[in-house]
């Protein structure tokens, strides 16, 4: 099936999640609801404290996994399970909300850069429902895949025979890569997966599109993404792929089942503290 295409690029659209929190939604919008098996994702970076001080004060998820990757700044999870955490530059915290969690996300620090991501994860139907669980995984303990062109840093999944620490309820590649100066990254992949790319750094071509700094580009299917920097600066970015579900979707906010029954069972759930349970 050969190489990958671009068949999509957004560089997403302001928005406000948490207590005022301002990023940028890639992955989520009208335009872009969803892509199996992923459900949203979130970009978000400043050094202005407005925009992230008020931070993720306790609200609950069902029906799904979160993905929170720092690039900089301090961030404190806790959530109903008991589970704590601190992120920290380079850090990874991955939350299976499951049958339900309440959690909050809170940044710990008072000026400077905060900057990063948030991705959601579906799960299956026979896993939504499973006990909720969370894990940190620091940046040192991801596995790197290197060639000529620059690297993979992989936190889930597996390239070329290298396997990332993260073992994600649904199969999915979570990667950073790295490209030197006009030079590439060739990465083979299974043909039937979905993905994306994001471009935190730089400005990188796929095939005939090439994707600006800040920019998303959702992947045709192919065997093998080939990813170029004609740049005389390094460029960086994060690569994400999945099998699909191919499964019905309900959501309604923070809850993703695969009915409107499903989802008011939730909301029983959590007005009546059976939520979690």
Same mark, same amino acid.
């Given at each position: 099936? =050969?190489? !990958? ?19 940028? !939604?890639?992955?989520?919008? @009208? @335009?872009?609801?969803?892509? $199996?098996?992923?459900?949203?994702? $979130? ?8 925009? %992230? ?8 998820? !069902? =029906?799904?996994?979160?993905?929170? %990757? ?14 704590? =955490?601190?992120? @920290? ?24 850069? +905060? ?7 579906? +799960?299956?139907?026979? +896993?939504?429902?499973?006990?909720? /669980? ?17 690297? +993979?840093?992989?936190?889930? /999944? ?44 730089? $400005? ?17 299917? =192919? ?28 959501? %309604? ?19 009546? /503290?059976?939520?979690? !349970?």
């Amino acid at each position: 099936m =050969g190489q !990958r295409k671009i068949l999509y690029k957004t560089s997403g659209i302001e928005a406000t999640d948490g207590a005022g929190v301002k990023l940028r !939604r890639m992955l989520g919008t @009208e @335009e872009l609801p969803n892509l $199996d098996p992923f459900l949203m994702l $979130d970009t978000f970076k400043s050094d202005s404290p407005d925009d %992230y001080l008020a931070g993720f004060p306790n609200h609950p998820h !069902r =029906g799904f996994e979160t993905v929170t %990757y720092l690039l900089d700044g301090v961030m404190e999870h806790n959530d109903s399970k008991g589970n704590k =955490g601190i992120l @920290e530059k380079g850090g990874v915290q991955w939350m299976t909300a499951g049958r339900g969690i309440v959690h909050s996300e809170m940044p710990k620090q008072e000026n400077g850069m +905060l900057r990063g991501y948030q991705l959601w994860v579906n +799960l299956p139907s026979r +896993l939504k429902m499973i006990e909720p /669980g969370y894990f940190d995984v620091h940046r040192k303990d991801w596995t790197k895949s290197e060639q000529d062109g620059g690297h +993979l840093d992989i936190l889930s /999944g597996e390239v070329s025979g290298t396997k990332g620490p993260a073992l994600s309820k649904t199969p999915i590649l979570y990667a950073h890569w790295f490209i030197k100066p006009n030079s590439r990254l060739q990465i083979p992949i299974a043909s039937h997966w979905n993905g994306f790319i994001h471009v935190s750094e730089g $400005d990188v071509q796929v095939g005939d599109n090439k994707l600006p700094n800040g920019y998303l580009g959702i992947f045709s299917s =192919g065997e093998e993404i080939v990813i170029e920097n004609p740049g005389s600066s390094s460029a960086d970015g994060i690569l994400v792929l999945g099998e699909p579900i191919g499964e019905p979707i309900a959501q %309604y906010g923070p809850f993703v089942m695969n009915t409107k029954e499903e989802i008011m069972q939730a909301f029983t759930d959590f007005q009546s /503290g059976n939520f979690g !349970r």
